[in-house]
């Protein structure tokens, strides 16, 4: 088969390819199973296979790489445009199939399995961490009930976790301590968990020359620096630190017409994890710049003179995530800004 392009539509069992040759016409158009997409693959000529970032798409990609294949993919969003009517697993390929030949289609860097790895380490570590706060917040609302109100904050809790735990303790109600025992039991196992997930976090993080370089700026730490590097394989993907900070989602919503420029609200479109992680980096270093402490701090209080504190430190993590970028792709690692620039 003359096949040139292929759109594969993913799924758990049964995947769809259309395939066209170099004039566009329709060669195949067919269903695999999942068994069968490799030998598929393996018996045609080396072509352009286009598929949508899914849970799955790395390691199909790299799979299909090794057979000699050039792969790329697609955001989903990017592919809806080109679905005709309704949708269907064949509308979806053929859609698949137009957009990876589009010259100004964005597509996804491609992970390696180590990269990952790595991220599970981010994504394990986030679900742990919420299910402490869902944890803690259910021992505050249950010892409310009992008229026991614990102050804000994670250590704040200790007190009514030791009067849960005490045995001897008579003002807890004995069938109010034998329902939240289990969840203090569960309070103490994610944080010995969410430790050892840090451990493995920090051990990448001294293993990778990049994330290295990254947590030389101000306002990211390991976890940040881990979690760009293991993201962004390959910083070429972005034109510009602007593209950077947009796919995270900290630059101004368009919604310009006429010669007239109408910004918005940050898009908050892209990669929400390491948004969130930009900003509370930005956030911890606001306080060392309004005591003049910190890198660039002059900037910062001029923004703060006219704008909230939460709008500035969207603004710090706009410019992080920018610095960050620039020091992927050139190789370098951050240098503090003279005092002639400030």
């Known amino acids: 088969m003359n096949i040139t392009t292929v759109g594969l539509d993913l799924a758990k069992n049964v995947f769809q390819v259309h395939g066209i040759n170099a004039t566009g016409d329709i060669v195949v158009r067919r269903q695999l199973r999942r068994s069968h997409v490799r030998a598929f693959f393996a018996g ?33 969003s990017y592919v809806k445009p080109y679905v005709r009517r309704n949708k269907n697993d064949a509308a979806d390929a053929e859609a698949i199939c137009e957009a990876v030949t589009r010259p100004n289609m ?3 860097p491609i992970k390696t399995e180590d990269q990952q790895a790595a991220l599970m380490l981010h994504k394990a570590r986030e679900l742990l961490v919420r299910q402490q706060n869902m944890l803690g917040n ?22 009514i976790i030791a009067l849960i735990l005490d045995v001897e303790d008579e003002s807890i109600p004995t069938l109010a301590k034998a329902a939240l025992r289990p969840l203090v039991m569960q309070l103490d196992a994610n944080d010995h968990a969410i430790s050892l997930l840090d ?17 030389t700026i101000p306002g990211i730490g390991i976890l940040t620096a881990s979690a760009i590097a293991a993201t962004v394989p390959d910083p070429s993907f972005f034109h510009s630190g602007r593209e950077f900070a947009a796919w995270v989602g900290l630059v101004p919503r368009q919604n310009s017409s006429g010669g007239k420029e109408r910004l918005g609200r940050i898009s908050k479109q892209g990669n929400q994890y390491i948004r969130r992680l930009l900003v509370i ?31 500035v430190t969207v603004a710090m993590a706009n410019k992080t995530a920018r610095i960050a970028w620039a020091l992927l792709a050139k190789g370098e ?3 503090a800004p003279s005092a002639a620039a400030d």
Request: contains cysteine; hydrophobic residues 45%.
């Open 281 to 311: 980096g930005a956030t911890s270093i606001l306080r060392y710049a309004r005591a003049k402490t910190a890198p660039g701090a002059d900037w910062v209080n001029n923004l703060l003179e006219r704008r909230p504190a939460r709008l």
């Open 333 to 335: 690692i951050y240098r």
């Open 106 to 108: 964005r597509f996804v």
């Open 44 to 76: 045609l000529a080396p072509c352009l296979i286009g598929m949508e970032a899914c849970g799955t798409a790395h390691f199909w990609a790299r799979e299909l790489m090794a057979l000699g294949h050039d792969v790329k993919i697609i955001p989903p």
């Open 199 to 215: 451990d493995e976090i920090t051990a990448w993080h001294k293993n990778n020359e990049a994330s290295q370089r990254l947590a």
């Open 138 to 159: 259910a021992l505050r609302a249950h010892m409310a009930e009992l008229g026991m109100i614990a102050p804000q904050g994670r250590s704040r809790i200790k007190d």
